[in-house]
């Protein structure tokens, strides 16, 4: 029973670590707080980490044979090691961009390596914030190979004071509060439609003219009720 209690224990401890190095990250100091760190390596879902990965522990489990599981946790140490040093040259190329600016960087994420079906492979997004204006900065990066930037847009940055449209109505206080959790400075009245807030912390992409979140929330002023939207916008560009 040792080698499956020592096993199963390193298994436990490490399970919150390799959350942290993801794009969605985690509540590593959790109860002390409820702050989400993350260091946006890799995507939670990434066919390049999880399908080898997958492969190799099913392996393992059918033949019995540990070697398979430490092939399948020196890949995952492989991969890892990989997008950390792409998440490296791709913050020394844009701190520059974004210091030029005026700006402060807020988040880096691996768009591409979440998104496959969104993001072309290996696209990194990182979003830069003044007092009133938010950039979005795409950049492509495989761990070897030149850094391209392949796109940047702006958005007006909106802070807790500026989101009047929540005050007064019966869920404005639930939704100042998820807004907040959120994070201010990510959120962004949609273009179009000034009751529709985007959310820019888990990637945006350009559609038709204009700037659209991954994740937004719509807010209906003669219901005073609110969704929270994925993927397909709730309004079309104008």
């Known amino acids: 029973w040792a080698p ?8 436990y401890a490490l399970h919150p670590v390799f ?22 390596w890799v995507g939670v879902v990434d ?7 997958g492969v190799l ?3 393992a489990w059918l033949t019995r044979q540990p070697r398979w599981a430490y092939g399948a946790l020196a890949w995952v140490l492989l991969v890892q090691a990989s997008y950390g040093y792409t998440h490296h040259r791709v913050g020394q190329i844009s701190t520059a961009l974004i210091t ?12 591409g390596q979440r998104s496959p079906l969104w993001y072309p492979y ?7 914030a003044s007092a009133d204006t938010v950039w979005v900065d795409d950049f492509h990066a495989l761990p070897w190979g030149p850094i391209t930037h392949t796109q940047s847009f702006t958005v007006p940055r909106v802070t807790e004071a500026d989101l009047g449209l929540l005050n007064g109505h019966p869920l404005g206080e639930k939704l100042l509060h998820l807004v907040h959790r959120i994070g201010p400075g990510f959120v ?21 003219g204009c700037v659209q979140p991954v994740v937004w929330l719509r807010f209906e002023p003669t219901t005073a009720q609110y969704q929270l939207y994925v993927g397909r916008p709730p309004a079309p560009c104008v």
């Open 122 to 128: 290996g696209t990194w997004q990182r979003l830069s």
């Open 57 to 59: 522990m099913a392996i």
């Open 47 to 53: 066919p390049l980490h999880s399908l080898p990965l």
């Open 188 to 208: 962004s009245p949609l273009q179009g439609d000034p009751h529709t807030l985007g959310h820019y912390l888990y990637g945006a992409r350009t559609r038709a």
């Open 19 to 40: 959350d942290w190095v993801t794009t969605s990250g985690v509540q590593i100091l959790w109860p002390l707080t409820n702050t989400m760190y993350s260091l946006g």
């Open 100 to 111: 030029q600016r005026g700006a402060t960087l807020t988040h880096t994420d691996a768009l």
């Open 4 to 11: 499956l209690w020592g096993s199963t224990t390193v298994g």
